[in-house]
């Protein structure tokens, strides 16, 4: 079982940078393709980023692309999401996901969640 726990969540100014942390427990952390995930209020959960289980591949959401990179330490058993340029609209609570699939952006193929961190962004 893997459980992710998110972490570095916070206030932020609009066009600032912020790095979330996703870790999880467990032997077989390596075995998993992570995605990230976010929800803002009144809004369906979005997909994000997602990154294979060596870390060579990663991808993307429209929104995000060129602003946001996902990476992974196997070593750490944890990924990161690095948010640059923030704007308004990223404002949400970002929940982190394994799943056995290659890659998946879509919530029901991940199997374990995270409780998510918030992040705001001010204008």
């Known amino acids: 079982q893997v459980q992710p726990v998110e972490s570095g969540g916070g206030l932020v100014q609009a066009g600032g940078s912020l790095r979330l942390s996703c870790t999880a427990s467990?032997?077989?952390?390596?075995?998993?393709?992570m995605g990230w995930f976010r929800q803002a209020p009144g809004k369906e959960r979005e997909f994000v980023a997602t990154?294979?289980?060596?870390?060579?591949?990663?991808y993307y959401a429209d929104s995000v692309k060129g602003r946001f990179t996902m990476s992974r330490d196997n070593a750490k058993n944890t990924v990161y999401l690095q948010m640059n340029s923030l704007k308004l609209e990223d404002a949400a609570v970002y929940f982190c996901?394994?799943?056995?699939?290659?890659?998946?952006?879509?919530?029901?193929?991940?199997?374990?969640w995270g409780q998510g961190t918030q992040v705001t962004v001010a204008a």
């Open positions: 996901a394994t799943t056995f699939r290659d890659w998946a952006s879509t919530p029901i193929l991940y199997d374990y």
């Open positions: 467990g032997r077989t952390f390596s075995n998993y393709a």
């Open positions: 990154i294979t289980t060596n870390g060579d591949s990663t």
